[in-house]
């Protein structure tokens, strides 16, 4: 069963100089229980879909789906109240930056117990118990101690683990998590990827994982959507993106990952260009301007989505029954 | 804690010999004197010297300077030259009338400019916000004695609706607490708008969002709790000035404050009351800087009250 559906979801957002389109008619499901990759680049919208999901953009952003549906429910016909209600309980948000994500003034505990005491109306005491747990069930020692001290006095790190156990608080069914590992070391990101997978299978909470990291997908998701210029280009099992890619973007984001085997002669292959100006996207295939096989179609029309398997799908024209066969170089 | 306010209060100390040696110099390198022929016309100059010599004005500065801290380490300030009775008397009998318009003036101040700042960030480049921007320029821009003068004149004047001078019934404070607050209202309000849209755009509140905290909490608890930091950190200075008393509010009102009596006795070269009220405020400064600091710590728990 499909736990979240989006359909056409386009988000834009008007600034002084025009409109930044930055998400453009997207659809996508996440399934009960599911791991749900998001890779792009920077701008490339996954993140502001995410956002857009929840209802959390600020309100100069123009939201606009055909449907947004969150265990059986319509999140776009949803009063503010209703939004809220399952924002913190239903579903869990961990951010990129543990610095900036923790509200300075508070302590560990009242940052913890609010979505407790907010939606499962728990009194000072009981909400406090629970939180020990929650830091406890997060690997952080000392958890009593932790509950008194304010975000200053934890290492990022531990910021972390507190964002996942406020994520986590009221046992929700699902948990976006926004580049979680990208402020940290790497050592404690993998602690971190490993804090989640474990509390994944524990608890068989769906996560939307949002990086730009290959690598935290691998380990993590078993299903990725590849994203760029505000469109998916391309979306399958993890298999399918890691072993038979199929979009030239999938292909390059492929070869400018680390390979230990490679080193140290082998080279990391960029991505030449610049992603594209959301102000003005091009007419066609956002990723075209950087394309190494672009043909004059990919130009002036969007790619019609080309369904490979029941999961594995590619927006690229090269899918075409006419257009040259090209596999990718490695 | 306590030895932060321990070593705060000793640094203070410093701080008020320091203001009393330069003040008690400069007054002196002042020309003329209180009791100097060249202001006293109708007065012998022998009798003038008796009088002078009676206060120990013949002796040199420094042998008064050293009689002057003699004098106040024993808690007297000395006897006023040119009005009736001794310093300290005089403070204690006029700061009241300061001290109860200045902390309307503050109550006032932080009860209007608060919400002012925050209508305009949450509504911003609306036309609250337009407006809270013009009055905040005004209020920073026009002078206080411009201010009072206009308002006695539509609302004393003109009006008939409030009284021109006194403080004989609550109607007479509207028009001080307005002069005198006008200004720090117009400062707060922006301050508080320029923080308080810094802080809606912190990840924080974002966090608080995707907690499902409502909008009224989002905005109280964790952005204008952030916002007021900087307001905080106004309010030593902001206090210290507003009770201790405006000379231009207090003499256009024909207030007996202590504003207006430390103005008069520099024109009237009083020694000891100018000694006496510039002392007074110098602690008051150090005093309410010294809350505000401790304040800023108690809220903001990153500021952190070290010895160094």
């Not at chain 1, 997978?197 to 299903?223: F, N, P, W, Y």
């Not at chain 1, 999961?311 to 990718?328: S, W």
Request: net charge positive; glycine share 8%.
């Amino acid at each position: 069963m499909n736990l979240l559906e989006v359909k056409n979801l386009n988000t834009s957002f008007h600034i002084g100089v025009g409109t930044v389109q930055a998400v453009r008619g997207i659809s996508f499901h996440v399934e009960q229980g599911e791991s749900l990759g998001i890779v792009g680049e920077s701008g490339s919208g996954k993140s502001v879909s995410m956002l857009s999901v929840m209802g959390l953009l600020p309100n100069y952003a123009d939201i606009v789906a055909d449907s947004i549906r969150f265990d059986g429910r319509e999140l776009t016909k949803l009063s503010g109240k209703a939004l809220r209600a399952m924002h913190g309980s239903e579903i869990g948000m961990i951010f990129q930056d543990p610095m900036t994500s923790l509200n300075p003034l508070f302590t560990v505990e009242s940052q913890l117990t609010e979505p407790l005491r907010i939606h499962r109306h728990m009194d000072k005491r009981q909400a406090r118990q629970r939180a020990l747990e929650l830091l406890r069930q997060v690997d952080i020692p000392n958890p009593e101690a932790r509950l008194k001290q304010y975000p200053h006095e934890l290492s990022g790190g531990l910021r972390q683990r507190v964002m996942i156990a406020i994520a986590i608080a009221c046992g929700p069914k699902m948990i976006i998590a926004d580049e979680p590992t990208t402020a940290l070391d790497v050592t404690i990101q993998a602690q971190i990827l490993e804090l989640l997978q474990h509390l994944k299978q524990e608890t068989q909470t769906s996560i939307i994982m949002i990086t730009h990291d290959l690598g935290v997908i691998a380990s993590m998701c078993s299903r990725i959507l590849v994203m760029y210029g505000g469109t998916i280009c391309e979306q399958g099992n993890a298999r399918d993106i890691f072993y038979d890619p199929r979009h030239p973007y999938t292909w390059g984001l492929l070869n400018s990952i680390p390979k230990v085997q490679d080193a140290p002669a082998g080279k990391l292959i960029p991505i030449k260009g610049t992603p594209p100006d959301m102000l003005k996207p091009p007419a066609g295939c956002p990723f075209s301007p950087r394309c190494r096989y672009c043909m004059p179609v990919c130009r002036a029309y969007m790619p019609p989505t080309t369904e490979l398997s029941d999961v594995h799908r590619v927006a690229c024209h090269l899918m075409h029954p006419h257009a040259p066969k090209i596999t990718r170089e490695v | 804690m306590l030895r932060y306010i321990i070593k705060r209060l000793l640094a203070g100390v410093l701080t008020m010999v320091v203001l009393i040696t330069v003040a008690f110099f400069m007054m002196h390198a002042m020309p003329g004197g209180p009791f100097s022929p060249s202001e006293e016309k109708n007065v012998p100059v022998e009798v003038l010297e008796r009088i002078a010599a009676s206060y120990g004005l013949d002796q040199p500065v420094w042998k008064q300077y050293l009689n002057y801290w003699n004098n106040l380490l024993h808690g007297d300030l000395g006897i006023s030259y040119k009005t009736v009775g001794t310093v300290n008397e005089k403070i204690s009998g006029h700061f009241p009338y300061s001290a109860r318009v200045g902390g309307l003036a503050v109550l006032f101040s932080l009860l209007i400019g608060i919400p002012l700042g925050l209508i305009a960030a949450l509504y911003r480049g609306k036309a609250a916000d337009l407006a809270t921007l013009a009055l905040a320029t005004v209020g920073i821009s026009v002078p206080v004695f411009v201010l009072s003068l206009l308002l006695s004149y539509l609302f004393s004047s003109k009006l008939n609706w409030l009284p021109t001078y006194g403080l004989d019934s609550w109607l007479c404070y509207i028009l001080l607490v307005v002069c005198l607050s006008l200004n720090p209202i117009a400062y707060i309000a922006r301050q508080t708008r320029s923080s308080m849209l810094e802080a809606l755009e912190q990840d924080y509140v974002r966090t608080a969002r995707a907690k499902g905290v409502s909008e009224l909490m989002v905005v109280v608890k964790h952005a204008l709790k952030n916002a007021l930091t900087p307001v905080i950190t106004y309010l030593g200075p902001l206090i210290a000035g507003l009770l201790t008393g405006s000379f231009v509010v207090e003499s256009r009102f024909a207030i007996p404050g202590l504003g207006y009596y430390f103005v008069r006795s520099i024109s009237d070269r009083d020694y000891t009351m100018i000694m006496g009220i510039v002392i007074f405020f110098g602690l008051f400064v150090v005093i309410c800087n010294l809350v505000s600091d401790i304040l800023l710590a108690i809220v903001d728990p990153r500021v952190k009250l070290t010895n160094d």
